[in-house]
Structure formats: structure tokens, C-alpha cells
């Protein structure tokens, strides 16, 4: 079945720096384009960047632009998200998301916290 394994996140001040990764399983990573979402507290879940299959494409939310870059490694059946810059308003748990013949799956979501 389709895992998605977020690892990486954690406390970090502001202006520092994480980067988290997915580990998927359970399907043909290399065939369908991945993305990160987020969800603060008492707001919607909100994407933050998708990569096509290659990697040949990415686009981010214009609040991480020039910040989060997104990355993949299809070998490793794995995507990334590199934060760099941090705010306190990027706190929130983040999930990589798959869409697989029209069907969301979801990881667990990994918790980060950026505070001094």
C-alpha cells in the first residue's frame, strides 16, 4: 500500500535552517509529481511547493519563494523540502502529499517550530 514518511523536522530559531524529506513506498515514485503541504494551528492546510516527476518543474506559495526549495531523488524514492530563513509564521506540521490515479495520500506530517 502507499506510505509516505515525513522525517527532519524539529524546534529551530529564526533565520535557521531544516530540511525535511518523504520516503515513499507502495507505488512508482518517479511517475507522479509530488508536493508539501502545512497546517498551523486554526488555519486550512495550505500547499507550500509541488515538483514534477523529473524534477524538471517546482513552484512554491509566494511566502516561501527565494526560501524552501523543493528537491526529489527518484533512486531514493524520496522528496525534499530545504527551509532556509526561517520565520516564526513557517511553524506548522508539514505533509508531503501523492496524488495516485485521482486518490490524496498523506503522510503523517512532521512537526515544525520556529521560535527564539
Known amino acids: 500500500q502507499v506510505q509516505l514518511v515525513e522525517l527532519g523536522g524539529g524546534l529551530v530559531q529564526p533565520g535557521g535552517s531544516l530540511r525535511l524529506s518523504c520516503a515513499a513506498s507502495?507505488?512508482?515514485?518517479?511517475?507522479?509529481?509530488m508536493s508539501w503541504y502545512r497546517q498551523a494551528p486554526g488555519n486550512e492546510r495550505e500547499l507550500v511547493a509541488t515538483i514534477t516527476r523529473f524534477g524538471g518543474y517546482a513552484d512554491y506559495a509566494d511566502s516561501v519563494k527565494g526560501r524552501f526549495t523543493i528537491s526529489r531523488d527518484n533512486a531514493k524514492n524520496t522528496v525534499y523540502l530545504q527551509m532556509r530563513s526561517l520565520k516564526v509564521d513557517d511553524t506548522a506540521v508539514y505533509y508531503c502529499k501523492a496524488i495516485i490515479h485521482g486518490a490524496d495520500y498523506w503522510g503523517q506530517g512532521t512537526q515544525v517550530t520556529v521560535s527564539s
Open positions: 507502495g507505488f512508482t515514485f518517479s511517475s507522479y509529481t
